[in-house]
Nanobody, 127 residues
């Protein structure tokens, strides 16, 4: 069982930046692709960014390309989401997730692929 805990959310003005962190409880974390998803009120959970187990491959939703960057530090069992040029439409609860299968080279974009989820952290962007 992998436990994930997000941090770094908060309230920020449009155009500002935040960095989210996701700490995993087990060293086996380093063998799994990781993803960030978000869910706004009244909307479905959507993919934001993903990173392969080794960190060499990343993927992003079109809505965040060029503004968000996902990275990981396997020595610290932590994955990050750097969010720049934030917009009010980025307001949501952000979730960190770990893949169900080990050693996936291309991070998946569908939530069904991920078997472990954190409780989420709220990001609010004011206009």
């Amino acid at each position: 069982q992998v436990q994930l805990v997000e941090s770094g959310g908060g309230l920020v003005q449009a155009g500002g930046s935040l960095r989210l962190s996701c700490a995993a409880s087990r060293q086996t974390f380093r063998s799994y692709a990781m993803g960030w998803f978000r869910q706004a009120p009244g909307k479905e959970r959507e993919f934001v960014a993903g990173i392969s187990w080794g960190g060499s491959s990343t993927s992003y939703a079109d809505s965040v390309k060029g503004r968000f960057t996902i990275s990981r530090d396997n020595a610290k069992n932590t994955v990050y989401l750097q969010m720049n040029s934030l917009k009010p439409e980025d307001t949501a609860v952000y979730y960190c997730a770990a893949d169900q299968a080990a050693l996936r080279r291309i991070p998946a974009t569908t939530p069904e692929t991920y078997g472990y989820w954190g409780p989420g952290t709220q990001v609010t962007v004011s206009s």
